[in-house]
T-cell receptor
Framework: KAGVTQTPRYLIKTRGQQVTLSCSPI?????VSWYQQTPGQGLQFLFE???????NKGNFPGRFSGRQFSNSRSEMNVSTLELGDSALYLC??????????????FGQGTRLTVV | KQEVTQIPAALSVPEGENLVLNCSFTDSAIYNLQWFRQDPGKGLTSLLLIQSSQREQTSGRLNASLDKSSGRSTLYIAASQPGDSATYLC?????????FGKGTRLHILP
């Protein structure tokens, strides 16, 4: 069965622009979460969605937002890009979020470079 | 606040050796612990998932243990191979999110 698909794989944007990243979870999975990975901070949680509702949010500024559609696909948006937003953005899908004890599967990530 | 620590940060061992990677966490109120592998520039590959009620899980040459009361997990890799070279990440699932350690960069010397 198909894994978690993230598009695009690579992206170069200019400071001040906005960007939208997409994640298609494994078929049947209803929970999608997003993470930012940088060399200095490691993997940091952005937000989690379950059945189109944001369930949890990490400590990121309001420039970072997301949503989930009825087919469980998710998008995250970053507005007014800063150089520090350059990172690998990873999406994970899991079967359920309540209780949140199911295995998480990750996509290949979107490498965002802000210049 | 949950914190996950992985020691060592980097490890080089000759091919064929057995090795142990360590993970510790500060809050024992977890649903599960998951070990991942990450190759440079790639996403995370799930290796093993241990539920909070379990003590260990095995998959091929990999064995992971969980001692929730002491806040520790180990990943044992038997008969290491050059293809095992990667960063290994430990992650614990709490009520609101998954918290990751910084990982152990493993290099298997041919």
């Amino acid at each position: 069965k198909a894994g978690v698909t993230q598009t695009p794989r690579y992206l170069i944007k200019t400071r001040g622009q906005q960007v939208t990243l997409s994640c298609s979870p494994i078929s049947g999975h209803r929970s999608v979460s997003w993470y930012q990975q940088t060399p200095g901070q490691g993997l940091q949680f952005l937000f989690e969605y379950f059945s189109e509702t944001q369930r949890n949010k990490g400590n990121f500024p309001g420039r970072f937002s997301g949503r989930q559609f009825s087919n469980s696909r998710s998008e995250m948006n970053v507005s007014t890009l800063e150089l520090g937003d350059s990172a690998l953005y990873l999406c994970a899908s899991s079967l359920a979020a309540d209780p949140p004890n199911t295995e998480a599967f990750f996509g290949q990530g979107t490498r965002l470079t802000v210049v | 606040k949950q914190e996950v620590t992985q020691i060592p940060a980097a490890l080089s061992v000759p091919e064929g050796e057995n090795l142990v990677l360590n993970c510790s966490f500060t809050d024992s109120a977890i649903y599960n612990l998951q070990w991942f592998r990450q190759d440079p520039g790639k996403g995370l590959t799930s290796l093993l998932l241990i539920q909070s009620s379990q003590r260990e899980q095995t998959s091929g040459r990999l064995n992971a243990s969980l001692d929730k009361s002491s806040g520790r997990s180990t990943l044992y890799i038997a008969a290491s191979q050059p293809g095992d070279s990667a960063t290994y990440l430990c992650a614990v699932r709490g009520d609101d999110k998954i918290i990751f350690g910084k990982g152990t960069r493993l290099h298997i010397l041919p």
